[in-house]
């Protein structure tokens, strides 16, 4: 087992395993929940999740421009990640993701938290906040059909410079290898 935080590539949890993980956080750890369900139906990198606000899940869509890019992105806001924002919000306002001194989780933090989870919840030993991501890449590509065109749309969305970037981050060049094993 590897130890939180450390260099191992990030996969992405099957769906059911997700939306399992979404519903035990809710009854269990709701703050962390809404991260895990914005990372995986936002798709965004943890230090763009970390900085939302209350009121940017709770709308229909959310712009943003993105730490790492500089990019400007508009999302549309599904309704399980709008409705679940909505129970969780009370009164809140401001950032979402704050400690007990009223400051942004950390990446690390967060990190450990999910290696924590992985262990109570029998998840893989790797997952990890960018795993969130991945997740959330792969099953936009699952639902448009694995098709050459879903696989065009998500590495837009992710930002990727190529095709290939994108199907090594999904896993769907390794199923490529394996599969092919199926077919001698």
């Known amino acids: 087992m590897s130890r939180p935080g450390s260099h191992t590539t990030a996969e992405p949890l099957e769906w059911k395993q997700a939306m399992h993980l979404i519903k035990k956080l809710e009854q269990d750890e709701p703050q962390w929940c809404l991260l895990v369900a914005s990372g995986i139906f936002l798709t965004l990198r943890i230090s763009d999740i970390l900085c939302l606000k209350w009121e940017q899940l709770i709308g229909e ?17 599904n309704s399980t990640l709008r409705e679940l924002a909505t129970r969780l919000r009370e009164d809140r306002t401001g950032y979402i993701f704050l400690n007990k001194r009223k400051e942004i989780y950390s990446r ?4 450990i938290k999910l290696h924590e989870f992985a262990v109570k919840y029998k998840l893989p030993d790797n997952f990890t906040s ?20 879903a696989l065009v749309i998500l590495s837009e969305i992710l930002n990727h410079s190529s095709l290939k970037t994108t199907k090594v981050y999904i896993g ?5 290898y394996e599969d092919v094993y199926l077919h001698m």
């Open 172 to 176: 769907v060049r390794q199923k490529e």
């Open 130 to 149: 960018h795993g969130l991501r991945k997740t959330g890449g792969k099953r936009i590509y699952e639902a448009n059909g694995e098709s050459e065109r």
């Open 108 to 111: 690390q933090y967060c990190n």
């Open 61 to 77: 869509r959310l712009s943003l421009i993105e730490k790492k890019t500089g990019k400007q992105r508009t999302i549309n806001i």
